[in-house]
């Protein structure tokens, strides 16, 4: 995957690379180029100044960290596509009553690196396989309500 410094005048200068933060961490941490106060309930579009190729048949996901996530911070959007070359942004909302605050290369996020199916869209008149589930969902195999298959 490659990754490059992408950004606004000179900030992209102060970007810092995504990372793992151990060897088996599945995401690479993302990181704040500027702090930044979130005030409560709102939603912050935050620059990361980097551009991520995720490979062809490929996505980035961005994700929470788990210590921000306990503090009520948390992720909204998050889907980089393969073709997309600005900087990848991280969507926080503080869903918290309390102002929360970022500090310069903080990590506010990590980016999972996910195959994903890209096939193209044919319209069908009816479901080519019939499942076990049917249209059943929003609970339906609850105890109560399960269908019995004999
Ligand atoms: O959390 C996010 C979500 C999106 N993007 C960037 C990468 C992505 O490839 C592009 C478009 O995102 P998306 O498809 O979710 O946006 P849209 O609202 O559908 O707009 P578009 O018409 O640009 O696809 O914006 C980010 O940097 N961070």
Known sequence: MQIRRHGRGYLFKCAKLPNRGTAGSAGLDLYCVEAAVLLPHIV???????G???????YGHVCPRSSLALKGVIILAGVIDSDYQGSTQVVLENTSDELATVEKHDRIAQLLVKPVHMGTVIEVPRPQQIT???EGGFGSTDVSGAKVWV
């Open 52 to 58: 991520v190729q995720c490979p062809l048949g490929h």
């Open 44 to 50: 912050t579009k935050f620059f990361t100044d980097i």
């Open 132 to 134: 076990q589930r049917g």
